[in-house]
């Protein structure tokens, strides 16, 4: 297992791979984080970076917060400059390298929008993802007729099913994803794309929720005002806390939330859509009443 030690005025802490995610995405986002901690334990400014390896304060920005890849030789300039002992520069040098790997993803080419990939890459390494969703299924809870019915563009639909599908890949692999669920009410009122549909789809929630790392919980209409009213959003969790990351679905487009205090405010948003919302048993009770007809 390759590893470093990083000191600083905090104490200092163990890089290792066990806690360096593989997606590209997200060991491109912890470099950055690292670049960004080792510049300020240096106490070198942004503009003072970029003079050093020709570039601008706006570039090095872009690097420590993933929105740019770093080459390798940035990285050795920039362990010079924040004087970063030998073993943790290669190890940063190495993240580089992989972080310029391609992830699954790239295989769909543009059946995966620019604004998505990003999520994709950090799903894939999450530990955990929280989601509340006021329309529709979750895209890791959702059957192929589903997601068929849900696709716009009928000639790709048989590419964006099999996005969905090795998504959810994830919630059985040998390092599962723990997802937590809470969906409001109105997902099963929806017929998307027909009664035969939905019946299936609600069934197959019921069996997913039986995994030990799925939670599903129901958010009925009689709760009335709830603290999720703006909408839907999912919470990606890691074993790495600061790459905690809320992201927002627009139309075309994408938010991504990463500064601590918005994550936090999710989190409790979150927390208390559990407590209003109806617990695992009743929710199930629910799911199977509506697949009766009942």
């Given amino acids: 297992m390759r590893q470093a030690w990083r000191g600083d005025t905090e104490g200092g802490h163990l890089l290792?791979?066990?806690?360096?995610?593989?997606?590209?995405?997200?060991r491109r986002r912890q470099l950055g984080m690292e670049l960004r901690r080792?510049?300020?334990?240096?106490?070198?400014?942004?503009?003072?970076?970029?003079?050093?390896?020709?570039?601008?304060?706006?570039?090095?920005?872009?690097?420590?917060?993933?929105?740019?890849?770093?080459?390798?030789?940035?990285?050795?300039l920039l362990c010079q400059l924040y004087d970063v002992?030998?073993?943790?520069?290669?190890?940063?040098?190495?993240?580089?390298?992989?972080?310029?790997?391609?992830?699954?993803?790239?295989?769909?080419?543009?059946?995966?929008?620019?604004?998505?990939?990003?999520?994709?890459?950090?799903?894939?390494?999450?530990?955990?993802?929280w989601t509340y969703e006021s329309e529709y299924i979750p895209g890791l809870l959702q059957t192929r007729q589903y997601v068929e019915a849900v696709t716009e563009a009928?000639?790709?639909?048989?590419?964006?099913?099999?996005?969905?599908?090795?998504?959810?890949?994830?919630?059985?692999d040998d390092d599962p994803?723990?997802?937590?669920a809470v969906l409001n009410e109105a997902v099963l009122c929806r017929p998307v794309g027909g009664p035969g549909v939905m019946s299936a789809q609600i069934q197959h929630l019921i069996d997913v929720s039986k995994l030990a790392n799925v939670t599903i919980q129901l958010l009925p209409f009689t709760v009335g005002f709830h603290p999720a009213m703006a909408g839907s959003f999912t919470a990606l969790r890691f074993q790495n806390a600061?790459?905690?990351?809320v992201y927002v679905e627009m139309t075309g487009a994408a938010i991504y939330m990463e500064k601590l205090p918005d994550v936090q405010r999710y989190a409790a948003v979150f927390e208390r859509l559990t407590e209003l919302a109806q617990s695992t048993e009743e929710t199930l009770a629910s799911l199977s009443e509506t697949v009766r007809g009942g």
């Fill in 16 to 26: 290792t791979e066990a806690t360096v995610d593989s997606s590209p995405t997200v």
């Fill in 38 to 76: 080792l510049r300020e334990a240096a106490g070198k400014s942004q503009r003072e970076a970029g003079e050093y390896i020709d570039l601008t304060d706006t570039a090095i920005s872009k690097m420590e917060t993933g929105d740019r890849k770093v080459k390798v030789a940035y990285v050795k």
């Fill in 85 to 129: 002992d030998a073993p943790l520069a290669g190890f940063l040098e190495g993240l580089a390298r992989e972080s310029d790997q391609r992830g699954w993803w790239a295989d769909y080419g543009n059946t995966v929008p620019w604004w998505f990939k990003d999520f994709l890459g950090m799903e894939t390494a999450a530990a955990e993802v």
């Fill in 154 to 172: 009928a000639e790709s639909s048989e590419r964006f099913a099999e996005v969905r599908a090795e998504r959810q890949k994830r919630l059985t």
């Fill in 177 to 180: 994803l723990k997802l937590r």
């Fill in 242 to 245: 600061p790459m905690n990351t």
